[in-house]
């Protein structure tokens, strides 16, 4: 869940904790009873339902006018930030937070949403920092956990994301982002089995969510499952057209289960929305070379040799342009290639041996 809803809710639960109670009828002394069912809103509730309804900019004029009156009520600056940060007005809302902060020490969804923040600005240590704070102070606060999790991920964490996800999961066992993560941490650490078995749950919480169905499509790559993978990215596609990623990834997925005509269309209007993406042109280049459409301006190895003019350090343009040499017995050419590779990039030898292919004997 997005971080401002996740402060949302947490606004919302404190406006319910002060809310005035109505008086039942009939307790009034005999006096014509009003309606008190529905009490008026306090500030905080107040605020709280015009964020829900996407009025951050009036419930920020309502928190400022309550904290006019009482600048001292920490509540009150905690609904602030989370305003602030509807607003996108990150910075400022952490003031906000650390105003609560001086007033309340150790409320935790102050630190929580210090912790987003600073996430989101991309100030690793500075989430880190004020999301153990936030469970230190509150242990069992799920969404702590989760976006510590976030944190030490971005940060090469990945022993640490997964105990974090881990964690969060144990506390909220409902939360479809946390199973996302967690399979996207299980993949990146090899461990597919645990990688199926969290896009499973986050399938049976959000269905065909186009989030979970790009998971599931990784898993699925990973598994070596090309053919699902590519009808799963279909869905996404469908989904979201705009989604210029999931577009390459299924475009990739079309080549490896030997669905190449299919996806030089794909990638040839990725490039013509996409100039100077390398990567897209290094991917076109490769359906090319595959389909035996290898040589002309046309042709594969000139898309390849576009990706290397637009990312001279791209390692698959390099394993392709080697490939696709040796398709043309440009001997010479592929075997000098392949050595720069081995030399200069020694993990990506296997791939540049299967590519010299014809050539390998001219070494």
């Given amino acids: 869940m997005n971080p401002v809803l996740r402060a949302l809710c947490i606004l919302a639960a404190v406006a319910a904790c002060k809310s005035t109670p109505s008086t039942p009828p009939g307790e009034g002394g005999g006096e014509e009873v009003e309606d008190e069912s529905l009490p008026e809103q306090g500030p905080i509730e107040e605020a709280a339902t015009l964020m829900a309804r996407g009025y951050a900019d009036k419930a920020l004029e309502v928190i400022d ?8 009520d920490y509540e009150l600056h905690y609904a602030r930030g989370v305003a602030l940060q509807g607003l996108g ?86 939360d479809a982002d946390i199973y996302e993560m967690l399979a996207t941490v ?14 499973d749950s986050a399938r049976e919480l959000r269905g065909d969510d ?25 869905a996404v596609v469908a989904a979201a057209p705009e989604d210029a990623e999931s577009r390459l990834q299924l475009a990739r997925a079309l080549v490896r289960s030997g669905r190449a005509a299919e996806a030089s269309p794909l990638l040839a209007a ?11 042109f290094s991917e076109w280049g490769g359906a090319l070379i595959e389909q035996g459409m290898i040589d ?11 990706a290397l003019e637009l990312g001279p350090g791209l390692v698959s343009a390099k394993v392709r342009r080697i490939k696709a040499l040796a398709a043309l017995r440009r001997c010479k050419e592929a075997v000098s290639d392949h050595r720069e590779v081995v030399a200069s ?4 030898k296997t791939q540049a041996d299967e590519a010299l292919g014809r050539c390998a004997k001219k070494r």
């Fill in 65 to 72: 006018a309550a904290l006019a009156k009482t600048p001292e």
């Fill in 89 to 174: 007005r990150g910075e400022e809302a952490v003031a906000s937070w650390r105003s609560c902060l001086e007033r309340k020490p150790g409320f935790f969804p102050a630190l929580n949403g210090i912790g987003a923040v600073e996430l989101d600005a991309g100030h690793l240590d500075a989430a880190i920092e004020a999301l153990r704070g936030a469970i230190e102070a509150k242990p069992d606060f799920p969404d702590a956990h989760y976006n510590l999790g976030l944190a030490l991920r971005a940060k090469g964490d990945q022993d640490g994301a997964l105990a974090a996800f881990l964690r969060a999961k144990e506390l909220n066992p409902g």
């Fill in 186 to 199: 299980h993949l990146r650490r090899g461990e597919l089995a645990e990688a199926r078995a969290a896009v």
């Fill in 210 to 234: 186009p989030a979970v169905l790009r998971i599931e499509a990784k898993v699925l790559t990973a598994e070596g499952k090309h053919g699902e993978a590519a009808k799963v990215y279909e």
């Fill in 270 to 280: 990725l490039a013509a929305e996409l100039p100077e993406e390398a990567v897209v």
């Fill in 296 to 306: 002309g301006p046309e042709g594969g190895l000139a898309r390849v040799d576009r």
């Fill in 345 to 348: 990039e020694p993990k990506a």
